[in-house]
């Protein structure tokens, strides 16, 4: 069974940085894009950065210059560097994979639980 587990989330004040990881598990095949969300009480869950396979990015203008998003493909593993923290930066953040399950064969979307980002002004 395919999991993704995040950890790194913490309470940190306003210019402080974290950095979130998140390690895919179990029979897998293939993973292709990677990437994290984040979702704040009351609103919609948003993109914050993805990574391609080959390691192109994409990033939401609210983060640029300020999130930095890498993998390691051999651990199957998606970081999150997080700097210059604003408490408007304060959500759930997910992790998200398009994964080919070695198992199933088929593609699909994989989300973790979940870590929160707590940063206080």
């Known amino acids: 069974q395919v999991q993704l587990v995040e950890s790194g989330g913490d309470l940190v004040q306003a210019g402080g940085s974290l950095r979130l990881s998140c390690a895919a598990s179990?029979?897998?095949?293939?993973?292709?894009?990677m990437g994290w969300y984040r979702q704040a009480p009351g609103k919609q869950r948003e993109l914050v950065a993805s990574v391609t396979r080959g390691g192109s990015t994409n990033y939401a203008d609210s983060v640029k210059g300020r999130f930095t998003i890498s993998r390691d493909n051999a651990k199957n593993t998606v970081f999150l560097q997080m700097n210059s923290l604003k408490p408007e930066d304060t959500a759930v953040y997910y992790c998200n994979a398009y994964i080919l399950p070695a198992r199933t064969l088929r593609w699909a979307d994989y989300w973790g639980q979940g870590t929160q980002v707590t940063v206080s002004s």
């Open positions: 179990g029979s897998i095949a293939s993973i292709n894009a």
